[in-house]
Protein backbone atom coordinates (compact mmCIF):
# COMPACT_ATOMS: atom_id res chain seq x y z
CA UNK A 1 0.00 0.00 0.00
CA UNK A 2 1.34 3.91 -0.53
CA UNK A 3 2.11 4.80 2.90
CA UNK A 4 0.59 8.31 2.76
CA UNK A 5 -2.68 6.11 2.12
CA UNK A 6 -2.43 4.43 5.31
CA UNK A 7 -5.42 4.41 8.33
CA UNK A 8 -7.90 4.96 5.43
CA UNK A 9 -10.50 7.61 6.55
CA UNK A 10 -14.21 6.10 6.97
CA UNK A 11 -17.68 7.09 6.75
CA UNK A 12 -19.72 8.06 10.05
CA UNK A 13 -23.44 7.43 10.22
CA UNK A 14 -25.51 9.16 12.55
CA UNK A 15 -29.09 7.72 13.22
CA UNK A 16 -30.64 10.63 14.73
CA UNK A 17 -34.42 9.46 16.17
CA UNK A 18 -37.03 11.85 18.30
CA UNK A 19 -35.80 11.46 21.76
CA UNK A 20 -39.49 10.90 23.38
CA UNK A 21 -39.84 7.83 24.98
CA UNK A 22 -43.58 5.87 25.34
CA UNK A 23 -43.95 4.87 22.66
CA UNK A 24 -42.93 7.65 19.74
CA UNK A 25 -38.73 7.00 19.85
CA UNK A 26 -39.54 2.68 20.20
CA UNK A 27 -41.68 2.83 17.02
CA UNK A 28 -38.89 4.33 15.22
CA UNK A 29 -36.32 2.10 16.06
CA UNK A 30 -36.06 0.15 13.52
CA UNK A 31 -36.57 2.49 10.14
CA UNK A 32 -33.70 5.17 11.72
CA UNK A 33 -30.88 2.26 12.00
CA UNK A 34 -32.35 0.42 8.58
CA UNK A 35 -31.63 3.95 6.98
CA UNK A 36 -28.36 3.94 8.73
CA UNK A 37 -27.73 0.44 7.38
CA UNK A 38 -28.68 0.95 3.49
CA UNK A 39 -26.35 3.91 3.21
CA UNK A 40 -23.78 1.64 4.92
CA UNK A 41 -24.59 -1.04 2.20
CA UNK A 42 -24.61 1.44 -0.73
CA UNK A 43 -21.22 3.29 0.18
CA UNK A 44 -19.23 -0.38 0.50
CA UNK A 45 -20.62 -1.78 -2.26
CA UNK A 46 -20.19 1.30 -4.56
CA UNK A 47 -17.19 3.50 -3.52
CA UNK A 48 -13.56 2.65 -3.16
CA UNK A 49 -10.22 4.45 -2.14
CA UNK A 50 -7.53 4.56 -4.34
CA UNK A 51 -5.99 2.36 -2.80
CA UNK A 52 -8.65 0.08 -3.79
CA UNK A 53 -10.41 -0.82 -0.58
CA UNK A 54 -13.83 -0.28 -0.30
CA UNK A 55 -14.91 2.83 1.96
CA UNK A 56 -15.61 1.40 5.24
CA UNK A 57 -18.51 2.81 7.43
CA UNK A 58 -18.69 2.89 10.95
CA UNK A 59 -22.59 3.83 12.65
CA UNK A 60 -23.33 4.44 16.13
CA UNK A 61 -23.90 2.23 18.12
CA UNK A 62 -27.56 3.35 19.11
CA UNK A 63 -29.57 5.57 17.84
CA UNK A 64 -29.23 9.30 18.72
CA UNK A 65 -31.95 11.17 20.26
CA UNK A 66 -30.14 13.82 22.34
CA UNK A 67 -26.77 14.97 23.53
CA UNK A 68 -25.52 12.25 25.95
CA UNK A 69 -25.85 10.03 22.81
CA UNK A 70 -24.26 12.32 20.27
CA UNK A 71 -21.43 12.32 22.65
CA UNK A 72 -21.14 9.20 22.63
CA UNK A 73 -21.10 8.76 19.23
CA UNK A 74 -18.55 11.41 18.30
CA UNK A 75 -16.49 10.03 20.70
CA UNK A 76 -16.74 6.32 18.82
CA UNK A 77 -16.10 8.24 15.67
CA UNK A 78 -12.75 9.61 17.31
CA UNK A 79 -11.61 6.29 17.80
CA UNK A 80 -12.30 4.45 14.41
CA UNK A 81 -11.05 7.48 12.23
CA UNK A 82 -14.29 7.98 10.96
CA UNK A 83 -13.47 11.49 8.51
CA UNK A 84 -17.10 12.07 7.27
CA UNK A 85 -20.41 12.37 8.85
CA UNK A 86 -23.69 11.70 7.66
CA UNK A 87 -26.92 12.01 9.74
CA UNK A 88 -29.95 10.05 8.71
CA UNK A 89 -33.43 10.82 9.97
CA UNK A 90 -36.96 9.69 8.92
CA UNK A 91 -38.43 11.61 11.63
CA UNK A 92 -38.19 15.00 13.82
CA UNK A 93 -35.42 14.97 16.21
CA UNK A 94 -33.83 17.71 18.51
CA UNK A 95 -31.88 19.60 15.68
CA UNK A 96 -29.14 20.99 18.15
CA UNK A 97 -29.22 18.61 20.33
CA UNK A 98 -28.37 15.94 18.04
CA UNK A 99 -26.55 17.28 15.24
CA UNK A 100 -22.79 16.49 14.76
CA UNK A 101 -20.37 19.89 16.31
CA UNK A 102 -17.06 18.54 15.08
CA UNK A 103 -15.65 21.49 12.68
CA UNK A 104 -13.15 19.94 11.16
CA UNK A 105 -15.68 16.66 9.39
CA UNK A 106 -17.74 17.19 6.17
CA UNK A 107 -20.82 16.72 7.20
CA UNK A 108 -24.36 15.95 5.24
CA UNK A 109 -28.14 15.50 6.44
CA UNK A 110 -30.64 12.99 4.62
CA UNK A 111 -34.10 13.74 6.04
CA UNK A 112 -36.20 11.10 4.46
CA UNK A 113 -38.98 12.46 2.88
CA UNK A 114 -42.45 11.15 4.14
CA UNK A 115 -45.85 12.20 5.37
CA UNK A 116 -45.70 9.95 8.37
CA UNK A 117 -43.33 11.13 10.53
CA UNK A 118 -42.05 14.83 9.48
CA UNK A 119 -37.82 13.92 8.58
CA UNK A 120 -37.84 17.14 5.72
CA UNK A 121 -39.00 19.06 9.28
CA UNK A 122 -35.98 18.14 11.26
CA UNK A 123 -33.83 18.95 8.47
CA UNK A 124 -34.53 21.86 8.24
CA UNK A 125 -34.04 22.83 11.71
CA UNK A 126 -30.89 20.98 11.93
CA UNK A 127 -29.14 22.93 8.90
CA UNK A 128 -30.53 26.34 10.24
CA UNK A 129 -28.57 25.27 13.25
CA UNK A 130 -25.71 23.91 11.22
CA UNK A 131 -26.10 27.34 9.57
CA UNK A 132 -26.52 29.48 12.82
CA UNK A 133 -23.15 28.27 14.54
CA UNK A 134 -20.81 28.23 11.19
CA UNK A 135 -20.72 24.56 10.71
CA UNK A 136 -22.07 24.10 6.86
CA UNK A 137 -23.74 20.94 6.23
CA UNK A 138 -25.16 19.44 3.04
CA UNK A 139 -28.71 18.97 3.24
CA UNK A 140 -30.23 15.70 0.88
CA UNK A 141 -33.94 15.53 0.56
CA UNK A 142 -35.85 12.70 -1.74
CA UNK A 143 -37.59 15.07 -4.12
CA UNK A 144 -40.56 12.59 -4.39
CA UNK A 145 -42.58 11.24 -1.35
CA UNK A 146 -41.95 7.55 -0.35
CA UNK A 147 -44.26 5.51 2.50
CA UNK A 148 -42.95 5.35 5.51
CA UNK A 149 -42.77 1.33 4.81
CA UNK A 150 -40.10 1.75 1.64
CA UNK A 151 -36.67 1.04 2.47
CA UNK A 152 -35.24 1.61 -0.65
CA UNK A 153 -33.08 4.80 -1.81
CA UNK A 154 -34.11 6.72 -4.53
CA UNK A 155 -32.01 8.04 -7.18
CA UNK A 156 -31.86 11.35 -6.80
CA UNK A 157 -30.78 10.69 -2.93
CA UNK A 158 -28.31 7.93 -4.10
CA UNK A 159 -26.46 10.33 -5.78
CA UNK A 160 -26.36 12.95 -3.51
CA UNK A 161 -25.05 10.67 -0.96
CA UNK A 162 -22.15 9.03 -3.24
CA UNK A 163 -21.34 12.50 -4.35
CA UNK A 164 -20.95 13.97 -0.52
CA UNK A 165 -19.10 10.56 0.48
CA UNK A 166 -16.87 10.99 -2.75
CA UNK A 167 -15.53 14.84 -1.50
CA UNK A 168 -15.92 13.93 1.97
CA UNK A 169 -13.29 10.92 1.99
CA UNK A 170 -11.26 13.17 -0.62
CA UNK A 171 -10.98 15.58 1.99
CA UNK A 172 -10.11 13.09 4.93
CA UNK A 173 -7.56 11.57 3.03
CA UNK A 174 -5.49 14.67 2.15
CA UNK A 175 -5.18 15.77 6.07
CA UNK A 176 -2.16 14.72 8.00
CA UNK A 177 -0.40 14.16 4.73
CA UNK A 178 2.49 15.66 2.91
CA UNK A 179 3.40 17.80 -0.69
CA UNK A 180 6.73 16.74 -1.19
CA UNK A 181 8.15 19.74 -2.71
CA UNK A 182 11.09 18.07 -5.12
CA UNK A 183 13.86 21.61 -5.67
CA UNK A 184 12.33 25.01 -5.78
CA UNK A 185 10.83 27.11 -7.85
CA UNK A 186 10.78 25.89 -12.00
CA UNK A 187 11.72 28.83 -14.63
CA UNK A 188 9.15 31.71 -12.40
CA UNK A 189 6.35 29.93 -12.94
CA UNK A 190 4.13 30.47 -9.70
CA UNK A 191 2.12 27.15 -9.39
CA UNK A 192 5.63 25.90 -8.42
CA UNK A 193 6.11 28.54 -5.14
CA UNK A 194 4.92 26.28 -2.66
CA UNK A 195 3.25 27.64 0.10
CA UNK A 196 3.51 25.75 3.60
CA UNK A 197 0.43 28.17 4.92
CA UNK A 198 -1.66 27.27 1.76
CA UNK A 199 -1.44 23.52 1.89
CA UNK A 200 -1.93 23.73 5.93
CA UNK A 201 -5.07 26.14 6.33
CA UNK A 202 -7.08 24.59 3.21
CA UNK A 203 -6.08 21.15 3.46
CA UNK A 204 -4.65 20.00 6.24
CA UNK A 205 -1.31 18.98 5.03
CA UNK A 206 2.29 19.34 5.30
CA UNK A 207 4.65 20.63 2.97
CA UNK A 208 8.24 19.30 3.11
CA UNK A 209 11.08 20.11 0.72
CA UNK A 210 14.33 18.22 -0.71
CA UNK A 211 16.92 20.19 -2.44
CA UNK A 212 17.57 18.12 -6.65
CA UNK A 213 20.75 17.25 -4.93
CA UNK A 214 18.88 14.45 -2.88
CA UNK A 215 18.64 13.31 -5.97
CA UNK A 216 22.41 13.08 -6.80
CA UNK A 217 23.35 11.40 -3.21
CA UNK A 218 21.19 8.99 -3.70
CA UNK A 219 22.35 8.33 -7.55
CA UNK A 220 25.73 8.36 -6.15
CA UNK A 221 25.53 6.10 -3.07
CA UNK A 222 23.20 3.64 -4.64
CA UNK A 223 20.49 4.63 -2.39
CA UNK A 224 17.62 2.70 -4.14
CA UNK A 225 16.71 -1.06 -3.99
CA UNK A 226 19.13 -2.66 -6.83
CA UNK A 227 17.27 -5.88 -7.09
CA UNK A 228 13.90 -4.04 -8.04
CA UNK A 229 16.67 -1.70 -10.43
CA UNK A 230 17.41 -4.88 -12.69
CA UNK A 231 14.15 -5.70 -12.68
CA UNK A 232 12.78 -2.05 -13.96
CA UNK A 233 15.49 -1.56 -16.38
CA UNK A 234 14.92 -5.28 -18.07
CA UNK A 235 11.40 -4.02 -18.46
CA UNK A 236 12.05 -0.49 -19.56
CA UNK A 237 14.18 -1.47 -22.09
CA UNK A 238 12.32 -4.41 -23.90
CA UNK A 239 8.41 -2.19 -23.37
CA UNK A 240 9.55 1.60 -23.83
CA UNK A 241 10.05 1.48 -27.41
CA UNK A 242 12.27 4.52 -28.51
CA UNK A 243 10.77 7.04 -30.99
CA UNK A 244 11.53 10.57 -32.55
CA UNK A 245 14.84 12.13 -31.89
CA UNK A 246 14.92 15.55 -32.82
CA UNK A 247 18.70 16.70 -31.75
CA UNK A 248 20.04 16.14 -35.41
CA UNK A 249 23.96 16.46 -35.10
CA UNK A 250 23.91 16.94 -31.35
CA UNK A 251 21.78 13.63 -30.56
CA UNK A 252 23.71 11.46 -27.85
CA UNK A 253 25.39 8.65 -28.66
CA UNK A 254 24.35 5.01 -27.34
CA UNK A 255 26.61 4.86 -24.76
CA UNK A 256 25.14 7.99 -23.05
CA UNK A 257 21.78 7.03 -24.02
CA UNK A 258 21.82 3.90 -22.62
CA UNK A 259 23.33 5.73 -18.96
CA UNK A 260 20.13 8.11 -19.91
CA UNK A 261 17.65 5.32 -19.49
CA UNK A 262 19.34 3.85 -16.20
CA UNK A 263 19.30 7.05 -14.56
CA UNK A 264 15.82 7.67 -15.56
CA UNK A 265 14.95 4.30 -14.06
CA UNK A 266 17.23 4.98 -10.79
CA UNK A 267 15.03 8.20 -10.60
CA UNK A 268 11.39 6.64 -10.75
CA UNK A 269 12.56 4.79 -7.72
CA UNK A 270 13.86 7.60 -5.90
CA UNK A 271 11.44 9.63 -6.29
CA UNK A 272 8.89 7.06 -5.59
CA UNK A 273 10.64 6.07 -2.29
CA UNK A 274 11.54 10.06 -1.00
CA UNK A 275 7.27 10.45 -1.15
CA UNK A 276 6.67 7.31 0.07
CA UNK A 277 8.91 5.13 1.98
CA UNK A 278 10.42 1.92 1.03
CA UNK A 279 11.16 -0.68 3.74
CA UNK A 280 14.16 -2.63 1.28
CA UNK A 281 16.10 0.78 2.09
CA UNK A 282 15.98 0.12 5.94
CA UNK A 283 17.20 -3.15 4.99
CA UNK A 284 20.00 -2.03 2.97
CA UNK A 285 21.56 -0.04 6.05
CA UNK A 286 19.32 3.40 5.58
CA UNK A 287 16.96 3.06 8.11
CA UNK A 288 16.26 6.95 7.47
CA UNK A 289 15.61 7.23 4.03
CA UNK A 290 13.29 3.75 4.12
CA UNK A 291 10.51 5.90 5.85
CA UNK A 292 9.95 8.62 3.12
CA UNK A 293 7.48 11.91 3.21
CA UNK A 294 4.68 10.31 3.67
CA UNK A 295 3.66 12.61 0.90
CA UNK A 296 0.23 12.13 -1.32
CA UNK A 297 1.30 14.45 -3.92
CA UNK A 298 5.02 15.62 -5.03
CA UNK A 299 6.53 17.84 -7.71
CA UNK A 300 9.97 17.65 -9.25
CA UNK A 301 11.73 20.79 -10.10
CA UNK A 302 13.90 19.60 -13.28
CA UNK A 303 14.15 22.78 -15.17
CA UNK A 304 16.54 23.91 -15.46
CA UNK A 305 19.24 23.72 -12.01
CA UNK A 306 18.69 19.80 -12.92
CA UNK A 307 18.11 19.76 -16.82
CA UNK A 308 20.73 21.23 -17.74
CA UNK A 309 23.35 18.33 -16.61
CA UNK A 310 21.34 15.67 -16.47
CA UNK A 311 18.51 13.65 -17.86
CA UNK A 312 14.94 15.04 -17.59
CA UNK A 313 12.27 13.83 -15.11
CA UNK A 314 9.79 12.72 -18.15
CA UNK A 315 10.19 9.00 -18.07
CA UNK A 316 9.91 9.58 -14.18
CA UNK A 317 6.90 11.97 -14.10
CA UNK A 318 5.25 9.61 -16.79
CA UNK A 319 5.77 5.95 -14.73
CA UNK A 320 4.90 7.02 -11.69
CA UNK A 321 1.23 8.78 -12.63
CA UNK A 322 0.69 5.48 -14.44
CA UNK A 323 -1.53 2.37 -13.10
CA UNK A 324 1.31 -0.17 -13.60
CA UNK A 325 5.14 -0.46 -13.84
CA UNK A 326 7.40 -2.96 -14.49
CA UNK A 327 5.51 -4.63 -11.16
CA UNK A 328 2.19 -4.49 -12.74
CA UNK A 329 -1.08 -2.89 -11.99
CA UNK A 330 -0.62 -0.26 -9.25
CA UNK A 331 -1.57 2.63 -7.70
CA UNK A 332 -0.71 5.53 -9.81
CA UNK A 333 1.50 8.81 -7.28
CA UNK A 334 0.52 12.19 -8.38
CA UNK A 335 3.77 13.90 -9.36
CA UNK A 336 3.70 17.43 -10.90
CA UNK A 337 5.67 18.74 -14.04
CA UNK A 338 7.74 21.97 -12.84
CA UNK A 339 7.00 21.48 -9.35
CA UNK A 340 3.60 23.05 -10.22
CA UNK A 341 1.92 21.82 -7.16
CA UNK A 342 -1.22 24.10 -7.84
CA UNK A 343 -1.52 21.93 -10.43
CA UNK A 344 -0.47 18.97 -8.84
CA UNK A 345 -3.40 19.38 -6.47
CA UNK A 346 -5.45 19.06 -9.00
CA UNK A 347 -4.56 16.02 -10.21
CA UNK A 348 -4.80 14.89 -6.35
CA UNK A 349 -7.98 16.01 -6.48
CA UNK A 350 -9.33 14.04 -9.85
CA UNK A 351 -7.05 10.88 -8.39
CA UNK A 352 -9.11 10.90 -4.60
CA UNK A 353 -12.83 11.40 -6.57
CA UNK A 354 -12.09 8.82 -9.17
CA UNK A 355 -9.23 6.13 -8.33
CA UNK A 356 -7.98 7.07 -11.62
CA UNK A 357 -4.47 7.87 -13.19
CA UNK A 358 -3.95 11.89 -14.10
CA UNK A 359 -3.04 13.50 -16.96
CA UNK A 360 -0.82 16.86 -16.34
CA UNK A 361 -0.82 19.55 -19.90
CA UNK A 362 0.29 22.52 -20.70
CA UNK A 363 -2.82 24.39 -21.97
CA UNK A 364 -0.44 24.75 -25.29
CA UNK A 365 -2.69 26.29 -28.02
CA UNK A 366 -6.58 27.15 -29.41
CA UNK A 367 -7.32 25.85 -32.88
CA UNK A 368 -9.91 27.53 -34.41
CA UNK A 369 -11.86 25.80 -36.91
CA UNK A 370 -10.49 28.29 -39.82
CA UNK A 371 -6.70 27.63 -38.17
CA UNK A 372 -7.19 23.92 -38.46
CA UNK A 373 -8.23 24.19 -42.23
CA UNK A 374 -5.95 26.86 -43.38
CA UNK A 375 -2.77 25.00 -42.00
CA UNK A 376 -3.70 21.63 -43.06
CA UNK A 377 -7.52 21.64 -45.50
CA UNK A 378 -8.97 19.68 -42.96
CA UNK A 379 -12.44 20.56 -41.84
CA UNK A 380 -13.44 19.42 -37.96
CA UNK A 381 -16.79 18.47 -37.29
CA UNK A 382 -18.90 17.09 -34.26
CA UNK A 383 -17.32 17.67 -30.50
CA UNK A 384 -14.22 19.31 -32.50
CA UNK A 385 -16.71 22.14 -34.42
CA UNK A 386 -15.90 25.40 -32.73
CA UNK A 387 -12.06 24.33 -32.26
CA UNK A 388 -9.82 22.49 -29.82
CA UNK A 389 -7.24 23.09 -26.89
CA UNK A 390 -4.12 21.73 -27.82
CA UNK A 391 -3.13 19.71 -24.21
CA UNK A 392 1.00 18.42 -24.45
CA UNK A 393 3.46 18.07 -21.79
CA UNK A 394 7.20 17.21 -21.82
CA UNK A 395 6.38 15.08 -18.20
CA UNK A 396 3.55 13.82 -16.40
CA UNK A 397 1.27 12.62 -18.81
CA UNK A 398 0.21 9.09 -17.35
CA UNK A 399 0.23 6.18 -20.09
CA UNK A 400 -2.90 5.76 -19.50
CA UNK A 401 -3.57 8.81 -21.24
CA UNK A 402 -3.33 7.51 -24.14
CA UNK A 403 -6.72 6.40 -24.19
CA UNK A 404 -6.11 2.76 -24.82
CA UNK A 405 -8.16 1.02 -22.42
CA UNK A 406 -11.62 0.58 -22.98
CA UNK A 407 -14.88 1.49 -20.73
CA UNK A 408 -18.33 0.84 -21.96
CA UNK A 409 -16.98 0.54 -25.36
CA UNK A 410 -15.22 4.02 -25.40
CA UNK A 411 -11.78 4.84 -24.78
CA UNK A 412 -10.92 5.45 -20.77
CA UNK A 413 -8.70 5.28 -18.10
CA UNK A 414 -9.44 2.61 -15.37
CA UNK A 415 -8.82 2.11 -11.79
CA UNK A 416 -5.64 0.50 -11.25
CA UNK A 417 -7.28 -3.34 -10.00
CA UNK A 418 -8.91 -3.26 -12.90
CA UNK A 419 -6.04 -2.56 -15.30
CA UNK A 420 -5.31 -6.01 -17.78
CA UNK A 421 -1.91 -6.85 -19.01
CA UNK A 422 -3.75 -5.94 -22.61
CA UNK A 423 -4.41 -2.49 -21.29
CA UNK A 424 -0.75 -2.47 -20.18
CA UNK A 425 0.33 -4.04 -23.56
CA UNK A 426 -1.62 -1.59 -25.79
CA UNK A 427 -0.68 1.57 -23.49
CA UNK A 428 2.96 0.96 -24.45
CA UNK A 429 2.84 0.10 -28.04
CA UNK A 430 0.62 3.67 -28.75
CA UNK A 431 3.55 5.34 -26.89
CA UNK A 432 6.99 6.08 -27.68
CA UNK A 433 9.63 7.57 -25.82
CA UNK A 434 11.88 10.48 -27.72
CA UNK A 435 15.52 11.74 -27.27
CA UNK A 436 14.80 14.40 -24.79
CA UNK A 437 14.79 18.14 -26.96
CA UNK A 438 18.57 19.42 -26.01
CA UNK A 439 17.52 22.33 -26.76
CA UNK A 440 15.36 22.37 -23.57
CA UNK A 441 16.70 19.67 -21.89
CA UNK A 442 20.68 20.16 -22.33
CA UNK A 443 21.55 16.48 -20.17
CA UNK A 444 18.38 14.41 -22.67
CA UNK A 445 16.35 12.14 -21.20
CA UNK A 446 13.42 10.63 -22.86
CA UNK A 447 10.21 12.37 -23.08
CA UNK A 448 6.75 10.51 -23.63
CA UNK A 449 4.84 10.71 -26.71
CA UNK A 450 1.67 9.69 -28.04
CA UNK A 451 -2.11 11.19 -29.07
CA UNK A 452 -4.64 10.27 -27.11
CA UNK A 453 -7.58 8.52 -28.56
CA UNK A 454 -10.90 10.43 -29.13
CA UNK A 455 -14.33 10.24 -27.49
CA UNK A 456 -12.98 9.83 -23.88
CA UNK A 457 -14.98 12.28 -21.15
CA UNK A 458 -12.91 14.30 -19.31
CA UNK A 459 -13.04 16.85 -17.23
CA UNK A 460 -9.85 19.52 -17.08
CA UNK A 461 -9.10 21.49 -13.62
CA UNK A 462 -6.99 24.64 -12.47
CA UNK A 463 -6.42 25.58 -8.86
CA UNK A 464 -5.03 29.32 -8.79
CA UNK A 465 -4.24 31.21 -5.72
CA UNK A 466 -5.24 34.97 -6.52
CA UNK A 467 -3.80 37.76 -4.42
CA UNK A 468 -7.12 38.96 -1.73
CA UNK A 469 -9.02 36.15 -2.31
CA UNK A 470 -6.90 33.19 -1.84
CA UNK A 471 -7.07 29.51 -3.72
CA UNK A 472 -9.76 29.81 -6.64
CA UNK A 473 -10.80 26.60 -8.73
CA UNK A 474 -11.98 26.43 -12.36
CA UNK A 475 -13.15 23.65 -13.92
CA UNK A 476 -13.77 22.57 -18.04
CA UNK A 477 -15.76 19.19 -19.06
CA UNK A 478 -15.80 17.91 -22.75
CA UNK A 479 -14.08 15.58 -24.31
CA UNK A 480 -11.03 14.48 -26.10
CA UNK A 481 -10.94 14.36 -30.09
CA UNK A 482 -9.34 12.08 -32.51
CA UNK A 483 -7.50 14.03 -35.71
CA UNK A 484 -6.66 12.30 -38.75
CA UNK A 485 -2.72 11.29 -38.86
CA UNK A 486 -1.90 13.40 -40.97
CA UNK A 487 -3.81 16.53 -39.75
CA UNK A 488 -2.37 15.72 -36.61
CA UNK A 489 1.17 15.53 -37.64
CA UNK A 490 1.06 18.89 -39.55
CA UNK A 491 -0.71 20.47 -36.47
CA UNK A 492 1.48 18.81 -33.53
CA UNK A 493 4.87 19.26 -35.33
CA UNK A 494 4.11 22.67 -35.33
CA UNK A 495 5.15 22.78 -31.52
CA UNK A 496 7.22 19.57 -29.82
CA UNK A 497 6.46 16.04 -31.59
CA UNK A 498 8.25 14.66 -29.12
CA UNK A 499 5.51 14.81 -26.73
CA UNK A 500 2.32 13.47 -25.97
CA UNK A 501 -0.60 15.26 -27.13
CA UNK A 502 -4.57 15.48 -26.26
CA UNK A 503 -6.84 17.29 -28.32
CA UNK A 504 -9.42 18.94 -26.22
CA UNK A 505 -12.65 20.31 -26.77
CA UNK A 506 -14.87 21.36 -23.77
CA UNK A 507 -18.57 21.28 -23.70
CA UNK A 508 -19.81 24.61 -24.64
CA UNK A 509 -22.76 26.15 -23.05
CA UNK A 510 -23.32 29.69 -24.76
CA UNK A 511 -22.67 31.26 -21.41
CA UNK A 512 -19.78 32.85 -19.73
CA UNK A 513 -15.96 31.94 -20.73
CA UNK A 514 -17.89 28.56 -22.69
CA UNK A 515 -19.98 30.69 -25.07
CA UNK A 516 -16.49 29.39 -27.32
CA UNK A 517 -13.27 27.74 -27.44
CA UNK A 518 -11.38 30.45 -27.53
CA UNK A 519 -12.79 31.82 -24.61
CA UNK A 520 -12.58 28.22 -22.54
CA UNK A 521 -8.64 29.27 -23.20
CA UNK A 522 -8.55 32.66 -22.52
CA UNK A 523 -10.26 31.97 -19.61
CA UNK A 524 -7.90 30.00 -18.26
CA UNK A 525 -6.27 30.58 -14.94
CA UNK A 526 -2.62 29.34 -15.63
CA UNK A 527 -0.13 27.44 -18.76
CA UNK A 528 -1.11 24.15 -17.09
CA UNK A 529 -4.43 21.92 -16.42
CA UNK A 530 -5.08 18.75 -14.91
CA UNK A 531 -7.02 16.33 -16.88
CA UNK A 532 -9.58 13.63 -15.39
CA UNK A 533 -11.56 11.01 -16.87
CA UNK A 534 -14.97 11.37 -16.68
CA UNK A 535 -17.08 14.31 -16.34
CA UNK A 536 -16.48 15.25 -12.58
CA UNK A 537 -17.25 18.59 -12.72
CA UNK A 538 -20.09 18.56 -9.79
CA UNK A 539 -18.30 16.01 -7.33
CA UNK A 540 -15.32 18.84 -7.70
CA UNK A 541 -18.00 21.55 -6.65
CA UNK A 542 -18.90 19.57 -4.07
CA UNK A 543 -15.56 19.40 -2.69
CA UNK A 544 -14.92 22.94 -3.69
CA UNK A 545 -17.01 23.93 -1.29
CA UNK A 546 -15.93 21.57 1.87
CA UNK A 547 -12.39 23.28 1.83
CA UNK A 548 -14.25 26.87 1.30
CA UNK A 549 -12.42 26.99 -2.65
CA UNK A 550 -14.78 28.82 -4.13
CA UNK A 551 -15.55 28.35 -8.06
CA UNK A 552 -14.71 30.98 -10.52
CA UNK A 553 -15.66 28.71 -13.84
CA UNK A 554 -17.72 25.88 -14.76
CA UNK A 555 -19.55 24.12 -17.31
CA UNK A 556 -21.71 21.92 -14.82
CA UNK A 557 -25.64 21.41 -15.03
CA UNK A 558 -27.04 23.60 -12.41
CA UNK A 559 -29.28 20.45 -11.76
CA UNK A 560 -26.09 18.39 -10.15
CA UNK A 561 -24.17 21.14 -8.13
CA UNK A 562 -24.01 20.53 -5.04
CA UNK A 563 -23.21 22.60 -1.88
CA UNK A 564 -23.82 23.12 1.79
CA UNK A 565 -27.31 24.61 2.37
CA UNK A 566 -25.59 27.51 4.04
CA UNK A 567 -24.43 28.75 0.80
CA UNK A 568 -28.18 29.32 -0.23
CA UNK A 569 -28.09 32.41 2.49
CA UNK A 570 -25.54 34.10 -0.16
CA UNK A 571 -28.08 35.26 -2.48
CA UNK A 572 -29.47 33.78 -5.81
CA UNK A 573 -26.81 34.09 -8.19
CA UNK A 574 -24.79 30.78 -7.81
CA UNK A 575 -21.19 31.53 -8.24
CA UNK A 576 -21.56 34.48 -6.35
CA UNK A 577 -22.32 33.45 -3.41
CA UNK A 578 -20.08 30.59 -3.65
CA UNK A 579 -17.67 33.49 -3.48
CA UNK A 580 -19.25 35.21 -0.49
CA UNK A 581 -19.71 32.31 1.83
CA UNK A 582 -15.93 30.50 1.03
CA UNK A 583 -15.16 34.07 1.63
CA UNK A 584 -17.01 34.29 5.37
CA UNK A 585 -16.13 30.90 6.65
CA UNK A 586 -12.65 30.67 5.46
CA UNK A 587 -10.19 27.87 5.42
CA UNK A 588 -11.35 24.58 6.90
CA UNK A 589 -8.12 24.05 9.10
CA UNK A 590 -7.66 28.32 10.33
Not at 83 to 92: E, F, H, K, N, Y
Not at 375 to 396: C, P
Request: some cysteine.
Amino acid sequence: MNGAFNNLPKLGIRPAIDGRRNGVRESLEDQTMGMAKAVAELVTATLRHPTGEPVECVIADTTIGGVAEAAACAEKFARENVGVSLTVTPCWCYGSETMDMDPLVPKAVWGFNGTERPGAVYLAAVLAAHNQKGLPAFGIYGSEVQDGTDRTIPDDVRDKLLRFVRAGIAVATMRGRSYLSMGGVSMGIAGSIVDAGFFQRYFGMRTEYIDMSEFQRRLQLEIYDPVEYETALAWTLEHCKEGFDPNGDTTSDAARKRWEWETSVKMCLIARDLMVGNPRLAELGYIEESCGHHAIAAGFQGQRQWTDFMPNGDFMETMLNTSFDWNGPRQPLILATENDCLNGVGMLFGNLLTARAQIFSDVRTYWSPEAIKRVSGHTVEGAAAGGLIHLINSGATCLDGAGEMTIDNRPGIKPFWEVTEDDQRRSLEATRFCQGNHGYFRGGGWSTDFATRGGMPVTMTRLSLVAGIGPVLQIAEGETVALPDKVHDILDKRTDPTWPTTWFAPRLTGEGPFKSVYKVMAAWGANHGAISYGHIGADLIALAAMLRIPVAMHNVDEEAIFRPSTWAMFGMDPEGADFRACETFGPLYR
